[in-house]
Nanobody, 122 residues
Framework: QVQLVESGGSLVQAGGSLRLSCAAS????????RAWFRQAPGKEREFVAAITWSGGGTYYADSVEGRFTISMDNAKNAVYLQMNSLKPEDTAVYYC???????????????WGQGTQVTVSS
């Protein structure tokens, strides 16, 4: 069993930066692929970024490629999302997820956090 807790969400102006963190409990977390998804009001949850359990591969949605960076620290049981050049359309609740195999779909992940709100003002 894995529990995930996100933090770092905030209100930021367009063009600014934020770093989201996801702390995990559970001794098997180091063997899971990890990802970030987001959900804006009235929209479906969408893929943002993912990283393999080894950190050897990273994947991004086209909308965030070049602006966001996913990273992890297995020693701290944590995964991060560095978000730069934020835009108002990045406003959403951001969720951390973990699963047995890397995927860009919701069904690919077994464990989810409660989410953290990111609001980007214009």
């Amino acid at each position: 069993q894995v529990q995930l807790v996100e933090s770092g969400g905030s209100l930021v102006q367009a063009g600014g930066s934020l770093r989201l963190s996801c702390a995990a409990s559970g001794r098997t977390f180091s063997r899971y692929a990890r990802a970030w998804f987001r959900q804006a009001p009235g929209k479906e949850r969408e893929f943002v970024a993912a990283i393999t359990w080894s950190g050897g591969g990273t994947y991004y949605a086209d909308s965030v490629e070049g602006r966001f960076t996913i990273s992890m620290d297995n020693a701290k049981n944590a995964v991060y999302l560095q978000m730069n050049s934020l835009k108002p359309e990045d406003t959403a609740v951001y969720y951390c997820a973990a699963g047995g195999r890397i995927s860009n779909t919701i069904v690919g992940y077994d464990y989810w956090g409660q989410g953290t709100q990111v609001t980007v003002s214009s």
